[in-house]
């Protein structure tokens, strides 16, 4: 019985594989019912998944086996049965106030979080000696890292008009973003290729044996 | 056995008068979160063993190396909590080890000054923000220069109008602690409000429940400003899955039959960033797109229209509204950006300079 599962598990992944991939000719229905199979499956299993992984055990066993007193558990219960009021048209205002709160939290966190690792991350990793080492190469990577930096930086000044000598650093900046997009495009191109030769294998070796 | 008695005799001795001595000693770490210890010792010793006595009475050896000017930080223990040390020092002309016993407990305290930069900045920015607000709110004019994948927004619902087709707007695929969705949804509510004036649909699948609620009300303030409150849909604000290539999958299998004029992907993108934008284009529909993930923006240069590359999604609500008082955020926004300039011009020339404690002031905070 499990080899037959196997088997039909293959054949499965292989129909949803082909299924996929035909939508670089055009939109088919084969395509459509794996999409549709797709979006189902993975909406049910996330519920499935969050319920047992999140709200069991960090809210229903603590609320139900181990309260303890624990009144901080009330919070987020009020926050999510407030939520839940989105289904009662009269009473949908009140899940106003859990979202403001996650907005307004997360705002306030985000800020911290990244003026620390983005910002002064940035501003002291670019505070170097540019010609502090003897190898040329080096120094001129340097003087670019710093010369893009504040040029990159520049070009996000929104509030002054970037013409004559002001629109040098900002048009500077703007070469250095478009470089090195083209360097990130490239690389992750090939990562992607990785990928289709992951599923190309699978079919060539799980399915038609004719890779080894 | 007068040799063991000797080795024993120096030992207390040493133990006894060296404890809290001059040759080996502990500090606490100065204005930080009570989890770390500063231990030192000045011993004319070419080897040392530090040790750590463990919870199990065993000890631990942290450091081994000379022992004259020796400061060691541990890092990573707990406040209020006592930690016990002994520095071992070999004696090979006496044929026999000395060791010193010290004993401390690392303490919390209410500033970190090794943070003091992070405040600075993050001062400097916040009053900034509040003079331009304040400013902007008394009458003054702030000038914004020129967004172009901002200024497309009204052409690309234009074109939705005239050919009777849908908006696509997709917020990203991080839930609402993504600031970038949040950002995203104030361009849905601008976005929304002129769809509501010229009469043209809107879809808007969402991948967290969150953010379907978030979009919900954006769009729906939207419709009530534009006062058309019965042209608003809820259906076409929906949820799809919080699978990442699910997700996908269901756009784009939206973007080929219900063919929107007009795609926008605003928000967080990771992998799918060109899937997504790929499809949009084979659809023929104008596109703009916009993110802060770096590593993503290349596939959206390519293969979309309009892209408003990190900060100017930030930039957006500002820009769109030509409110003043977000307008006079964003000049403070911009003073911040003209301070790490400064702050990094500074940082170079006092490190060519040789003055190292300016890079370390900002280090620290790290």
């Given amino acids: 019985m499990s080899g037959f599962m196997t088997t039909f598990g293959l054949w499965l992944s292989v129909f949803f594989t082909l299924s996929i991939f035909s939508f670089l000719y055009k939109d088919n229905p084969f395509y459509k019912l794996s999409e549709q199979i797709f979006v189902g499956l993975s909406a049910a299993y996330w519920l499935v998944y969050l319920y047992y992984s999140v709200m069991v055990p960090n809210l229903f066993n603590k609320l139900f086996t181990d309260f303890k007193g624990n009144l901080i558990l009330l919070i987020p219960t009020a926050l999510g049965l407030m939520m839940l009021l989105r289904l009662i048209p009269k009473a949908q205002w009140l899940s106003r106030y859990p979202i403001a709160i996650m907005i307004g939290t997360s705002a306030g966190i985000n800020m911290v979080r990244y003026a620390k690792t983005d910002l002064l991350g940035q501003i002291s990793a670019t505070m170097i000696n540019p010609f502090a080492s003897d190898n040329v190469i080096t120094v001129i990577g340097n003087i670019l890292l710093i010369v893009g930096t504040i040029c990159g930086v520049y070009f996000f000044y929104f509030s002054k008009k970037q013409e004559g000598i002001r629109a040098v650093p900002s048009k500077l900046g703007i070469w250095f973003l478009m470089i090195s997009f083209g360097a990130s495009f490239g690389y992750t191109v090939m990562a992607r290729i990785s990928l289709l030769i992951g599923r190309l294998e699978f079919l060539l070796k799980d399915w038609l044996h004719i890779i080894k | ?366």
């Fill in chain 2, 1 to 366: 056995m007068k040799k063991v008695i000797l080795i024993s005799g120096i030992l207390f001795f040493s133990t006894l008068l060296f404890a809290q001595s001059t040759f080996f000693w502990i500090e606490d770490v100065p204005w930080d979160d009570g989890k770390a210890l500063n231990i030192k010792a000045n011993v004319p010793a070419d080897t040392v063993y530090l040790q750590k006595a463990l919870e199990d009475g065993t000890w631990e050896t942290i450091y081994t190396g000379k022992g004259r000017s020796l400061s060691f930080t541990q890092n990573e223990l707990n406040p209020d909590i006592k930690y016990r040390y002994r520095l071992l020092v070999p004696r090979p002309a006496f044929n026999d080890t000395i060791f010193f016993m010290a004993e401390a407990q690392p303490k919390e305290q209410w500033f970190y000054l090794h943070k003091l930069s992070y405040l600075l900045i993050l001062l400097a920015v916040s009053i900034a923000i509040i003079y331009y607000v304040q400013n902007a709110r008394k009458g003054k004019d702030y000038y914004i220069r020129r967004i172009s994948g901002l200024d497309c927004i009204e052409d690309s619902i234009g074109r939705a109008t005239e050919k009777g087709k849908p908006i696509l707007f997709v917020p990203g695929i991080m839930d609402l602690d993504d600031i970038q969705t949040i950002s995203s949804l104030t361009i849905l509510s601008h976005l929304a409000h002129k769809a509501a004036e010229y009469d043209t649909e809107i879809i808007v699948p969402c991948r967290f429940s969150m953010v379907l609620s978030a979009a919900r009300e954006v769009v729906k303030e939207a419709y009530i400003k534009a006062e058309k409150p019965d042209a608003y849909n809820q259906d076409r604000i929906f949820y799809l899955t919080d699978d990442q290539f699910g997700y996908v999958a269901g756009i784009d299998g939206i973007m080929v039959r219900e063919q929107p004029a007009a795609n926008f992907f605003l928000g967080s993108f990771y992998a799918e960033s060109l899937i997504l934008a790929e499809t949009g284009f084979s659809t023929g529909a104008i596109q703009t797109a916009g993110t802060a993930q770096a590593s993503q923006l290349p596939f959206f240069v390519v293969s979309c229209d309009y892209t408003l590359i990190g900060e100017e999604l930030f930039a957006a609500s500002a820009y769109l509204s030509r409110d003043p008082q977000q307008l006079g955020s964003l000049k403070g926004h911009d003073f911040g950006k003209l301070l790490v300039i400064l702050l990094i011009i500074a940082g170079v020339i006092t490190e060519m300079s040789g003055w190292h404690w300016f890079k370390a002031f900002f280090e620290g905070a790290q």
